[in-house]
């Protein structure tokens, strides 16, 4: 039998709304640098989630103690240390993006998307 | 090239139909999302599938194998380092990207900073004593995450991010030029490549020990004094330099185009 969590799930539950808000951000808005911030709401959400994927309950950060090395002691290191690669990729993506909209601001003097692409329709090269 | 009015009307039609389109997607989404939610194991319990002998290998034989007190560390800068490698890599590109779309050649950047250069914080004498107070404390924070990231939270990239943060908040503080007589444009290259290049050399020998790189040539020390860990320590202060040329060559991009 399938057990639903519904309540004890709520970090998670979390990571999903700042996931979805993100992702509207994307979606709804024409303005590259709000859809800049909403990608960055997105990497939040998944670090979010992958740090709680790793928490166990009343147990101790990875850093030992002297004379304990029993696993049961201790939450899993691996998502966290797999949290700093996602961390690391988004700040570079997020530099990357900032840089390009600027360049494209510079260009057309103007951040919203459609205004953008009517402008470069004349465009051959 | 103007729109005629059967365009607009079409556009606007694209429009309308992109909007809802839009938010029927990110709902449908969200309700999948949050069913998978639902049905994961219960959040901090212990015995979910995520706990599993990967853990236990990593907590008994992390002490022993690496020396380094702190598993995360020791899983970031010995077992996996060359992911690690592949991140400060990824720094790099970004800030070479970066330096490509945003140096300044023809001084546009350099103009417009100085129209609007009486109103900077420089010419504030408050934010400048304060600055002043501010920076050797966390000059001495940084470097004391960054040197024991191998015995408690933090290391290279959270030492090294805040030291960035400090070289931009002494930029802000007192000008570009006063920055520029300790870091300009050719030390600061120097520093990221030699760092760079430091990391891979010192991590390649395991392409002459026939890929296994756990057994260290370098004595690994007694576990919670600051030279353990063997390569940790180093590592840690290369990724630092990295992470703080890199935060504070973007700020210096942004803000005027070069460095």
């Known amino acids: ?125 | 090239m103007e729109l005629n009015p059967v365009e607009i009307r079409l556009l606007r039609r694209f429009r309308k139909m992109y909007m809802v389109t839009a938010f029927l997607v990110s709902l449908a989404m969200t309700a999948v999302l949050l069913l998978t939610v639902f049905n994961l194991p219960a959040f901090g319990k212990a015995g979910n599938p995520a706990e599993n002998e990967v853990i236990g290998r990593y907590i008994e034989k992390g002490l022993e194998e690496t020396g380094a007190v702190n598993i995360v560390a020791a899983v970031i800068l010995d077992y996996r380092a060359f992911d690690t490698l592949g991140e400060t890599l990824v720094l790099f590109t970004a800030l070479v990207a970066v330096l490509m779309l945003l140096k300044d050649e023809a001084g546009v950047f350099n103009r417009r900073y100085r129209e609007r250069s009486k109103f900077e914080p420089e010419k504030d004498q408050i934010f400048r004593s304060v600055a002043g107070m501010l920076i050797p404390c966390l000059l001495v924070f940084s470097i004391y995450i960054i040197v024991n990231g191998h015995l408690s939270a933090g290391g290279g990239f959270a030492g090294g991010a805040i030291l960035g943060a400090t070289l931009v908040l002494y930029n802000i503080a007192y000008g570009l030029e006063k920055a520029r007589g300790f870091i300009n444009e050719k030390n600061f290259l120097r520093f990221i490549t030699a760092a760079l290049l430091f990391y891979s050399v010192v991590k390649g020998y395991s392409f002459f020990t026939g890929g296994n790189h756990l057994p260290s040539v370098i004595p690994l020390g007694f576990p919670g004094s600051i030279f353990s860990g063997g390569l940790i320590l180093p590592l840690n202060i290369t990724v630092g330099i990295v992470v703080a040329c890199v935060v504070y060559g973007a700020f210096c991009l942004f803000n005027r185009g070069g460095l």
């Open chain 1, 1 to 125: 039998m399938m057990e639903f969590h519904l309540f004890t799930n709520y970090v998670e539950i979390a990571a999903v709304i700042l996931f979805s808000i993100g992702f509207s951000t994307l979606l709804f808005h024409q303005n590259l640098m709000k859809k800049i911030i909403g990608f960055n709401i997105m990497d939040t959400a998944i670090f979010l989630f992958l740090a709680a994927k790793g928490y166990i309950a009343g147990r101790m950060a990875p850093i030992l103690v002297e004379g304990a090395n029993d696993p049961s002691l201790y939450i899993n290191p691996v998502p966290s240390a797999l949290v700093l690669t996602g961390i690391v990729v988004s700040v570079s993506v997020t530099a990357f993006a900032l840089a390009l909209v600027l360049r494209l601001y510079e260009r057309y003097g103007t951040l919203h998307l459609d205004e953008i692409l009517y402008l470069t329709r004349g465009e051959h090269d």
